[in-house]
């Protein structure tokens, strides 16, 4: 009897060792550079429903084929995968879009941080006529001949006023609720020391250690910066962007760009604002030598390819949307004059 | 006690008189031209799961830019609302892109009808210079290099053989699950009475008195026969299609098309092979006077199209596909060359 007794209490104290050595495993690692992301909050869902159905209609387009989805498509890690996009009349852009995802997070949106907000980014594309090739007062006559679309601006914003602010207001609540948490690195983050292997974990030391998360770092891992594409050699590119020096004016911002955020890298290839880099491995390696004056080994290179495939979150899940349909007074699309 | 059982039997009385009431409300209406469409059965969940991910992939064409949901989107009632649709290179289609919903139940694929099954039909756009632009072979090399369809394919089909034929199959397998069921007209047919109005219901009178019914019968209100456009009157068009003498190499058979199907036309527009009829009421005008000889009222037209409002479906409801990323060795797009 006593032996069972002791028998018992040393599996109690066993188990209670093993209970608060988990406990240890799962703390937190609140000193990194790097945060998890933060969870969406106070967004009306009714927004969010009107937002998504605006994302992917292409009737906000003058062709009346090209949506918001189109070059920021929610399959493919909310970007197109092409060097630079297409836009109406199958005109080539001029930069490499940027993912959708997350985008709530960076300081300002567009490469050249032109828009200080969602909302006033989302109203560019529609009016550029390199992409959507529509107007303001066009799109809205669009959606005001749609009956479907009438009620729903009425029930979200509780006011018969459909303008382009309510469009993008939409727009832009729906691009809120786009983030993509619980990747791996979050999870190790968070404490959970299997969620990372030690060729991964490598990677990010060198990330750390060789300044990459000087400009990569918080929780989008970029985004929260402008940045001179070509710091210790100058970057040789076709492309005509001049970044930032557009909005400011400023000589000093010119080839300065929005940091681009590295979560779901995995997913939004090619990169950098001329979609030159084809590949990680390559983006790694001109990033190193561009911005860092560093020369990666191969080992090193595929360590911190590695630690970037971990920044793949759960991707936005949802029913796709089934637009209303247009009537007999819509304007009809024009793709072809 | 004596009346209290008395109430009781005639409380059942009265309710086995409402259910039977009920019941014969409800008889089916067996005898109409049109049928209820049948429940989809036995489809492979895995196979539609990545044939939804094939619909939706861009990457199946030249450009990285075009998938089958780019002309038949699931978000517009399974077409483009383009008059003639928008292929590789913006370069105009030849003629307007039919509605991928209940297709299955058509009797051939294609305006003439040039693919006998949905699984021949997929092939067709990919390979098509004027719309996805690509070969078979280059899709087939893109798909094998994608570790996770690599993976799902082995999975859906069993063996490691990634030909166009797995392809076609599994977009065909997700295809033949997008029915339209529920529709409003379907309540009517399956007994109960409320589910249209009188208008509507003396519509669908007309459209069966007058001949359109025809033609346009079956679950699917067409899809079941090729019929000449311009039978009473020749039809004026700037098209070229041909329509099935392209198949038969029969003189009778030019401008025959595949009757299409009206379920969902409130979604569908514009309507003919051409996309000529911009709105419902143009197309049941000119039907009534090209193929019946007949010159429907104002009234009479807008009770045919208030009838044709009561085939729309339940749309296919379904999650965004997340498309597995390509990886360093995936042909690149090439949109601009």
New interface residues.
Partial sequence: MKTSVTWTLCAIAAATLAVSGHAFAQQKRTNEPVQTIPAVRNIDPAKVALGKKLF????LSK???ISCN?CH?????GT???KTS?GH??Q?GPINSPTVLNSSLNLAQFWDGRAATLKEQAGGPIANPGEMAFTHELAVDTLKSIPGYVAEFKQVFGHDKLTIDEVTTAIAAFEETLVTPNSRFDRWLDGDDRALVKNELDGYKLFKDSGCVACHNGPNLGGNSFQKMGVVQAYKTASTAQGRVEVTGKDADRLNFKVPTLRNI??T?PYFHDGAA??M?QAVDLMGRLQLGREFSQDENAKIVAFLKTLTGQ?P???????P??T?KTP??R??N
């Fill in positions: 992917f209609d292409p009737r062709s009346g084929f189109s498509n929610l399959s493919m890690g197109d995968n092409l297409i009349n199958w080539q995995e997913l290839y084809e590949t491995t991707q899940q949802f029913a796709l949307p089934i637009l349909p247009s007999d009809k699309p793709p072809f």
